[in-house]
């Protein structure tokens, strides 16, 4: 075999042993080798090296495939926690924002005297415990420098109260009321810039409106001097 036809045949091989060479180019490499003994041994060779770079693109693919399926476990690992997390998120704020008004004889609420200071009288919960306590102020009566209020309160209890806060409340004072008449709770002012100032004088019960009004507390002064608060039950 001359030299020259070695050299060509030898820079076909690695196209040959990739598949990439034409039929014809196939067919003078082919019958080049069988008469050729020292291309047959560089083709061996070069087979052998070619080999390992496969084997390692394969090992490769393998660690890319695991990679994927990791990422994706990971991934839906993550959705799971993501939604679980949610899931708890949305159920305790449900369980927490949804109240309903609590009747008056389940509270079990009454106003006692403050034991160190005797003008004031403390609302004082022995029921269950409520998720909220609201309150609106209204007008019983209205003089040139005072307005005299009535608080009108009410509890609600919420899913999250029932289910776990179950322990009845004892003696838990959640407000005061002033007996004093000079005690004010703040002040309102006309367009003429005269200021009235406010007092609270009753509070009552409600639990939804139009139901009955039950009687909390009445400032004894107050209904001395107007009689029993106002007329409103
Ligand atoms: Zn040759």
């Known amino acids: 075999m001359d030299k020259q036809s070695c050299n060509i045949v030898q820079d076909l091989l690695p ?3 990739d598949e990439a060479c034409s039929e014809e180019s196939r067919e003078v490499v082919e019958a080049h080798l069988k008469e050729c003994e020292a291309c047959r041994e560089a083709f061996e060779q070069m087979k052998e090296n070619l080999k390992f770079p496969a084997e ?27 939604a679980v997390t949610g899931g708890c998120m949305a159920g305790s704020w449900i369980l927490q924002t949804i109240e309903e008004p609590i009747a008056y004889e389940d509270l079990k609420m009454s ?29 019983l009566k209205e003089d040139k420098n005072c307005i005299y209020e009535a608080e009108i309160v009410h509890c609600n209890r ?4 029932q289910l776990f806060e179950r322990k009845p409340l004892k003696n838990a ?23 009235k100032v406010v007092k609270t004088v009753a509070a009552y019960y409600q639990a939804t409106p139009g139901s009955p009004r039950y009687l909390l507390w ?9 009689g029993k608060s106002g007329g409103i039950v």
């Not at 693919?61 to 990971?74: A, C, D, F, S, T």
């Not at 034991?115 to 102020?137: C, M, Q, R, V």
């Not at 004072?173 to 200021?195: I, L």
Request: charged residues 30%; without cysteine; aromatic residues 14%.
């Open 173 to 195: 004072v959640m407000w005061s009321f002033s007996e004093n008449p000079d005690t004010t709770v703040g002040y309102v002012a006309d367009e003429k810039g005269n200021k």
């Open 15 to 17: 196209l040959y042993i």
């Open 56 to 82: 390692h693109a394969d090992a490769k693919r393998g660690l890319e495939k695991i990679r994927k399926v990791l990422r994706k476990k990971y991934v839906i690992l993550a959705l799971v926690v993501a």
């Open 111 to 139: 106003v006692v005297r403050d034991k160190k200071d005797p003008t004031l009288y403390n609302l004082t919960f022995n029921g269950e415990s409520y998720a909220g306590l609201y309150s609106e102020a209204i007008t």
């Open 158 to 161: 919420s899913f999250w109260t």
């Open 218 to 226: 009445e400032a004894d002064w107050y209904k001395k001097a107007h």
